[in-house]
Every structure is written in structure tokens, then in C-alpha cells.
């Protein structure tokens, strides 16, 4: 039987074959390179925990030294309190996106810390995610065993604007965090306060914004007060408790 290949019913056909094929090659294209992309998700994440302390390797390399230097993986809950999980495993942007969207609550959400040696004794790793300009900024901060001084950062985002907010990337930014204090000289919680850019400030708990990234800026600041926070609690206990020992 000979098709009319002017007919509509002819093209309605081919259509359907045509988008069928493409799916199909899609989805096994997909299902195929799903493991690679895993994996390289998994060791880029690697390689950020490393960064923020001050740790530079390729990706490739980074499951070996990650495993060399990071000593403890733990969860802690909305009060700062351990909880069980897999903190690698979490998705922090993810869960964050579904408490923005109000599918989590804030007392449900949790908080993932990184132990690690590095070249000035113990450290924790602290992830964050926050709202920039036009999507996603996440970060992580290397805070000493004192519980309230940065040894390191590392920054990212998902589209900021290049020569602005995207600036949180580079290390004119991430630069000014070490030494800097998440808690005064009594304890009490400062958090690190991102200001207005070009203003140059010696706050002990702040660093200078991004000049003409403001919006950027500010999504850095509430990450950062937000998130430590429920850290600084953590780590309140953490070294009251080393302290009683």
C-alpha cells in the first residue's frame, strides 16, 4: 500500500516516528553517560570541599586526597545537634530549593559537616546554598578548631553576571574570609556579614562586597547569616565538649 506523502495523515505519521527515534536515542545516550556525569559530579564536589581549605587539586585527583585528609562526615539537624545520614550524599541545593518552595520546613532541614586535617590541625568544612541575582550561590567555608575563625573559602553560582555578581568566584572575593571570625571574643554569634561593594571594610566579621553586584552580594550575606548560625551552634558544643575532656 503506497502512502500519499502529501496527506496529513502522512506527516502526522512520520512525526511520530521521527520524535520516537529521537527519544529513543536520547534516553540511551542518556542512560549511557549517566555514570560518567555521576561520578564527575561527585568529584567536583570533592574538589570544592577541598578548596575551601586552601587544598588545590584537578578533579580526576581529588577522590584520593579527599580521602587522605577528611577524617569525619556528619549531619546536624535546624538545632545544630548531630543527626544521622550521609552528609555527602545530601543534596544541599536541592533541599534547599524544596524549603524555598515550602515543600521542607526549617526545623527539617539539615546541615552537612566535613572534618579535616589540614595544614593547621583540624578543620570543619561547612556547605551553604543561597539565592543570587538569577539563580542558585553556594559556597563552602573552612572554619579552625577554634569553632569561630575561617581558614578558607570557596564560592560558586549557577548565571551571575560575568564581571559582577559572578565575582563571588574569583579570589579577589573568596580571598578576604581567612581570619575572619564567625563569633566575637565572647562567643556571642556575628555571623560574617557581606557589605555594600567598594567599601573596604576591617570588620573582624565582615568582607567587602562585590561593586555593581548587590543583588549578588546580598544573596551571599543571608546565605552566610543564615547558614552559620545553625553551624556556630554545632561548633559551640563541639568545642565545649573538646574543652570539658
Do not use: C
Request: avoid cysteine.
Amino acid at each position: 500500500m503506497a502512502f500519499d506523502k502529501n496527506s496529513n495523515s502522512f506527516t502526522f505519521i512520520f512525526a511520530a516516528v521521527l520524535v520516537t527515534v529521537v527519544g529513543t536515542l536520547l534516553a540511551v545516550t542518556y542512560m549511557s553517560l549517566k555514570p560518567a556525569y555521576t561520578e564527575n559530579v561527585r568529584r567536583e564536589k570533592m574538589q570544592n570541599i577541598l578548596s575551601a581549605m586552601n587544598v588545590k587539586v584537578a578533579r580526576d585527583a581529588a577522590p584520593e586526597k579527599y580521602k587522605e585528609l577528611i577524617t569525619e562526615t556528619l549531619l546536624v539537624n535546624a538545632q545544630g545537634k548531630p543527626v544521622e545520614g550521609d552528609a555527602f550524599s545530601l543534596d544541599v541545593l536541592k533541599q534547599y530549593k524544596d524549603w524555598k518552595a515550602g515543600e521542607v520546613k526549617s526545623e527539617d532541614l539539615k546541615y552537612p559537616v566535613y572534618k579535616a586535617t589540614g595544614a593547621e590541625g583540624q578543620l570543619y568544612i561547612l556547605p551553604m546554598v543561597g539565592t543570587g541575582l538569577w539563580g542558585p550561590v553556594w559556597g563552602y567555608l573552612s572554619v579552625k578548631k577554634d569553632g569561630r575563625t575561617v581558614y578558607g573559602s570557596t564560592f560558586d553560582h549557577k548565571g551571575e553576571t560575568p564581571g559582577l555578581g559572578a565575582e563571588i568566584a574569583t579570589p579577589v572575593f573568596q580571598d578576604q574570609f581567612p581570619g575572619k571570625t564567625i563569633a566575637d571574643e565572647n562567643g556571642t554569634y556575628t555571623g560574617i556579614k557581606v557589605y555594600k561593594g567598594g567599601t573596604g571594610t576591617t570588620d573582624p566579621h565582615g568582607v567587602d562586597g562585590i561593586s555593581g553586584g548587590t543583588i549578588t552580594s546580598d544573596g551571599v550575606n543571608e546565605m552566610l547569616i543564615r547558614t552559620l548560625a545553625i553551624y556556630d551552634v554545632y561548633l559551640k558544643s563541639t568545642n565545649t565538649s573538646t574543652a570539658a575532656r
